[in-house]
């Protein structure tokens, strides 16, 4: 769990989280962002 606090830039020690369902829709929002970074850099080394 800790991981995935990191993953999504979440300190709960700081109470930057929310609670329950909605923190862990924060945390797939920031993997499908994160995701869509890597898909954007990807394809940018191709078409540059």
């Known amino acids: 769990m800790a991981s995935d606090f990191a993953t999504a830039g979440v300190n709960p ?7 329950g ?7 797939l929002r920031a ?3 994160r995701g869509l ?7 940018a080394r191709w078409y540059v």
């Open 13 to 19: 020690a700081a109470g930057d989280g929310a609670v």
């Open 31 to 33: 993997h499908y962002l």
């Open 37 to 43: 970074e890597v898909v954007k850099a990807g394809l």
């Open 21 to 27: 369902e909605e923190n862990e829709e924060n945390i």
